[in-house]
Each structure stands twice: as structure tokens, then as C-alpha cells.
């Protein structure tokens, strides 16, 4: 079983809105991932979680917080977005977060900042 | 640093056309190179990977051939259905980091 899900798979939220997603993942890996992804273009790495700690921060601003509870839970904590945080979120996984390692994607949850 | 050049897109191809997408690499140490495919409204799928060089990678009539002496991985398919309409995107795994293309759109015509 090579799947990442995550929900929402769409959400709408105006700026003033808290709101979380949610991505899961039962193969056992231990590197996570937080994609960006507006429409034509090819996904952006925000995150990167090793072993339940964070280890790569794309400079991504402070309103996107990543959170890791366990190996197979990521969440992002969403607040005081702006409308040009609209896009698609991915989620993906790999084994380790070595080099070679294949990431694996989840369906993504398209947000809409109002 | 490390990059991937692509192919730009879109593509537009009669079914049962063949299929080539451009993909160069260029990278400092001897990285894993992927395919992966996004369909309309998804995620992105793993396509097929190839993790050295010579290495041919292949899944559901797509081929790409790991190539160090030209730093290529280009994206074969002998006879595209109209299924295969998605983005396309070449990737290049070094270090812990995931090198993207720019993406190529094919569109399949009945």
C-alpha cells in the first residue's frame, strides 16, 4: 500500500479563519513532506519533517504552521491567510528522506483564501 | 545547483501518436531520477524512477532511460490513449531534496 491521504479535500476560508489540514500515511516512513502547488506549475517545498522533527523550512511564513504528533500523522495549522495562499496542498512521504528515497503524494486539498 | 530542464509543453497528440518529453538534469552527485504524473484535480502519481545510470524505468507503456552521458531521462510511450492526458513532471532526488520540473501538459485527441 503506497497511500498518503488527506482531508479536507477542499476548503474555503476567509482571513480570518483558523483551520488545519490533516495527512496520513501507514507505510511506515518516517520523512514528510508540505508541497504548495498554483495551478501550471510544479509543487513547492514548504516543509520537511525527519523522524518527527522538522528539518527543512522553506521560509514560508509564519500564518503556515507545520505540526508532526506522531510518524504517521502531519498536520498544517492555517491562520491569517491571503488570498494569494489559494492553491493546492500536497502531502507526501518517503522512507527516510535520503537521497533516492520516492516520494509519494497524497490527493491534496485545494484551499480557497477569501 | 542542482536542477531539471524540461520540455515545454503543451503537448498535443492524435491517439496511438508516440509520445517523447524532454527531460535534462543537471546535478553534483549521482541522483535518483523520477516521472511522476498529475491527473486533472489530483495528486501527483509516482510514474516510473530510475536510480543509476543505464537504469530503464518503465510502468503502464511509459519508458525513460536513466542516460549520465547526456544527463537525460526523457519520457517515452509508444501509442498514447486519450487516458493519458495529465501533466507530466520530471524529478531529480538529491540529498533529502526533490528537484521539480516545470511540468509538461499532453493532451490526447481521439
Known amino acids: 500500500d503506497t497511500e498518503v491521504t488527506q482531508t479536507p479535500k477542499h476548503l474555503v476560508m476567509g482571513m480570518t479563519n483558523k483551520k488545519s489540514l490533516k495527512c496520513e500515511q501507514h507505510m511506515g516512513h518516517r520523512a514528510m513532506y508540505w508541497y504548495k502547488q498554483k495551478a501550471k506549475k510544479p509543487p513547492e517545498l514548504m516543509f520537511v519533517?525527519?523522524?518527527?522533527?522538522?528539518?527543512i523550512n522553506e521560509s514560508v511564513p509564519s500564518r503556515f504552521s507545520p505540526e508532526c504528533p506522531n510518524s504517521s500523522l502531519l498536520n498544517l495549522h492555517l491562520h491569517a491567510l491571503q488570498p494569494e495562499d489559494s492553491a493546492l496542498y500536497l502531502c507526501?512521504?518517503?522512507?527516510?528522506?535520503?537521497?533516492?528515497?520516492?516520494?509519494?503524494f497524497g490527493p491534496g486539498t485545494r484551499l480557497t483564501v477569501l | 545547483g542542482d536542477s531539471v530542464t524540461q520540455m515545454e509543453g503543451p503537448v498535443t497528440l492524435s491517439e496511438e501518436a508516440f509520445l517523447t518529453i524532454n527531460c535534462t538534469y543537471t546535478?553534483?552527485?549521482?541522483?535518483?531520477l523520477f516521472w511522476y504524473v498529475q491527473y486533472p484535480g489530483e495528486g501527483l502519481q509516482l510514474l516510473l524512477k530510475?536510480?543509476?545510470?543505464?537504469d530503464k524505468g518503465s510502468n503502464k507503456g511509459f519508458e525513460a532511460t536513466y542516460r549520465k552521458e547526456t544527463t537525460s531521462f526523457h519520457l517515452e510511450k509508444g501509442s498514447v490513449q486519450v487516458s493519458d492526458s495529465a501533466v507530466y513532471f520530471c524529478?531529480?532526488?538529491?540529498?533529502?531534496?526533490?528537484?521539480f520540473g516545470t511540468g509538461t501538459s499532453l493532451t490526447v485527441i481521439p
Open positions: 530510475a536510480t543509476k545510470a543505464d
Open positions: 519533517y525527519s523522524y518527527e522533527k522538522l528539518s
Open positions: 507526501a512521504s518517503s522512507q527516510v528522506g535520503l537521497a533516492g528515497d520516492t516520494q509519494y
Open positions: 546535478a553534483t552527485g549521482y541522483p535518483s
Open positions: 524529478a531529480l532526488s538529491s540529498g533529502n531534496q526533490f528537484y
